[in-house]
């Protein structure tokens, strides 16, 4: 009989939690956008989106307070000080255009 073995030993996933839900959409109040692509000039771009996303947002919401942040590097996690100044905010959408 052969057994496998993976080289890199006992894979341990830590327990993860979705994000607390709003539930009632009325009570979103602040929203981010955490975009993985700086804005270019030609083709589909995230930054883009969110200014098209932040219009249907206060026309069905009335949400007027957004805030966008770009991380600097679409490959690497966003920085733990760039994720804190979504702090309070009822939601961060998080995309990429392509």
Same mark, same amino acid.
């Given at each position: ?9 006992t894979?341990?996933r830590?327990?993860k939690?979705? /994000?607390?839900?709003? %539930?009632?959409?009325? =009570?979103?109040? =602040? +929203? ?5 692509? /700086?804005?270019?000039?030609? %083709?589909?771009?995230?930054? !883009? *989106?969110? @200014? &098209?996303? !932040? =219009?249907?947002? $206060?026309? @069905?919401?009335?949400?007027?307070? #957004?805030?966008?942040? +770009?991380?600097?590097?679409?490959? =690497?996690? /966003? ?6 100044? #979504?702090? !309070? *905010?009822?939601?961060? &959408? $998080?995309?990429?255009?392509?």
């Open positions: 009989m052969i057994q496998l073995v993976d080289p890199r030993g894979l341990e830590p327990v939690r979705l /994000a607390r839900r709003v %539930g009632d959409p009325s =009570r979103l109040r =602040r +929203i981010g956008f955490l975009s993985n692509e /700086a804005e270019h000039p030609t %083709g589909p771009h995230f930054v !883009g *989106y969110t @200014r &098209v996303l !932040g =219009r249907m947002l $206060n026309e @069905r919401l009335g949400i007027t307070d #957004f805030h966008l942040e +770009i991380k600097p590097v679409l490959s =690497r996690p /966003a920085e733990p000080d760039m994720i804190a100044r #979504f702090q !309070g *905010y009822d939601a961060v &959408v $998080n995309g990429l255009a392509k």
